[in-house]
């Protein structure tokens, strides 16, 4: 028999990644997603999709209700400088929809999650690689509310035997290679996206926060890591969840640190042209570095990611283009 996986967030840009290798290999997928950021278009053919909201409970608990054997949940506000500002948000949709889906869990008996966790609740690094017995610190408040919800887990652990696979992700970048995800943010506001609008004409130009940092160039370095290895991880912590029945917190890196100028010199290659940039201050908060250790990953789910050069990611994005 089929798993049946609930991925709740599903139409997102990891999340259609996670759907569409879920479905290769082998399991039934039901999407569910308000599509506030995500797009239909996006979920592969194959998974069955309910449009909801994770702050309507009802919903949820008739979603769950129907022989879910595992839960994926990606469905997240995730721009940090906006919930820096708009906390009440963030506490809403990342906290309280969390608990939502805890609740409507258990009301279930569904007994297996892989959560959709981040770096960010590292803070500050105090030495790199970052593994996951870094002291946790979170320095935004998005990142607070991915520990918060880590926190739940583990009290629902003990408490109600959920078993959960978190999944901390560094820099997540890339498409599918079969360019059958094409689904762009609006407005975004990370390195290679907003890079990506200057290529293809969308943006005119753009800056380089810093050039004074403690690296090669003097530009920040950090763990780009391709949305199909993740996307991989989640399958893989899924067949985990179901024979081990114990619970992990994973970081998701490549371990290979790229500064901002090496994505910029790689993106020019890629492209085959120049791209208009200037060096600006710094941005606040930003580490010089942040790489992962992500040998327990390894260890755990026998995870290793297939894309390592940063060209060849890079080519990922603009061959959708
Ligand atoms: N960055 C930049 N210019 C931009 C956006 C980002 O120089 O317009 C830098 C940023 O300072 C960081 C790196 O690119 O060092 C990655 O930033 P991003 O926001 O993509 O991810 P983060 O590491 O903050 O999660």
Not at 171 to 187: H, L
Not at 266 to 275: M, N, P, R, S
Not at 303 to 319: G, Q, V
Request: with cysteine; proline share 3%; hydrophobic share 40%.
């Amino acid at each position: 028999m089929k798993k049946k996986i609930l991925v709740i967030g599903g139409a997102g840009y990891i999340g259609s990644h996670v759907v569409k290798k879920l479905l290769e290999d082998g399991f039934e997928v039901l999407v569910y997603d308000n599509l506030s950021s995500g797009y239909e278009d996006n979920i592969s053919k194959g998974a069955f999709f309910i449009k909801g909201d994770i702050l309507d409970e009802e919903q949820l608990n008739e979603v769950m209700s129907q022989n879910i054997d595992g839960v994926v949940h990606l469905a997240a506000k995730k721009a940090v400088g906006e919930s820096m500002e708009k906390p009440e948000i963030y506490a809403k949709n990342n906290l309280t929809g969390s608990l939502n889906i805890l609740n409507a869990m258990i009301n279930n008996n569904v007994k297996y999650i892989v959560f959709s966790s981040s770096a960010a609740v590292y803070g500050m690094p105090q030495y790199t690689p970052i593994d996951e017995k870094h002291p946790i610190m979170p320095i935004n408040y998005y990142g607070y509310t991915k520990r918060a919800i880590e926190e739940n887990l583990e009290w629902f652990d003990k408490l109600n035997k959920i078993r959960f696979v978190s999944l901390r992700y560094f820099n997540a970048v890339g498409y599918a290679e079969d360019k059958s995800i094409r689904g762009k943010e609006k407005n975004p506001q990370n390195l290679l996206p907003i890079i990506m609008e200057v290529a293809t004409g969308k943006r005119k130009d753009f800056s380089i926060f810093g050039n004074d940092y403690n690296t090669c160039d003097g530009t920040c370095i950090r763990d780009y890591i391709h949305v199909t290895d993740l996307a991989k991880a989640h399958s893989l912590a899924l067949d985990k969840l179901f024979c081990a029945d114990k619970s992990y917190t994973l970081n998701l890196g490549t371990g290979l640190g790229t500064s901002v100028k090496e994505i910029v010199d790689a993106t020019e290659k890629v492209i085959g042209k120049k791209l208009n940039y200037s060096y600006a201050s710094r941005r606040l908060g930003d580490p010089d570095m942040l790489t992962a250790n992500a040998t327990l990953a390894s260890e755990v789910l026998g995870w290793a990611p297939e894309y390592t050069d940063i060209s060849r990611i890079i080519s990922t994005i603009w061959n959708i283009e």
